[in-house]
């Protein structure tokens, strides 16, 4: 039974770990509060899964310019 427990316990630690990876340029895009953090939203959710498009993802992330905030 302990085992049974320990395995759900460890498959929802790596679930966490595998979408918190996923996101991660999502993440990124919103913390610097990118331009076009939506875009980077969608593309990463429909194209994130390969491998490539998620590396492009990433580095648009890191070197996509802030928002332009006019007062």
């Given at each position: 039974m302990e085992s049974l427990l320990f395995s759900y316990v460890f498959f929802f630690v790596i679930i966490l770990i595998f979408?918190?990876?996923?996101?991660?340029p999502t993440k990124i895009a919103y913390s610097k509060k990118s331009r076009n953090r939506g875009k980077i939203f969608l593309v990463n959710l429909f194209l994130g899964w390969t491998i490539i498009s998620w590396f492009i993802i990433l580095i648009w992330a890191i070197n996509d310019k802030e928002?332009?905030?006019?007062v």
């Open positions: 979408f918190f990876i996923f996101f991660l928002e332009d905030f006019y």
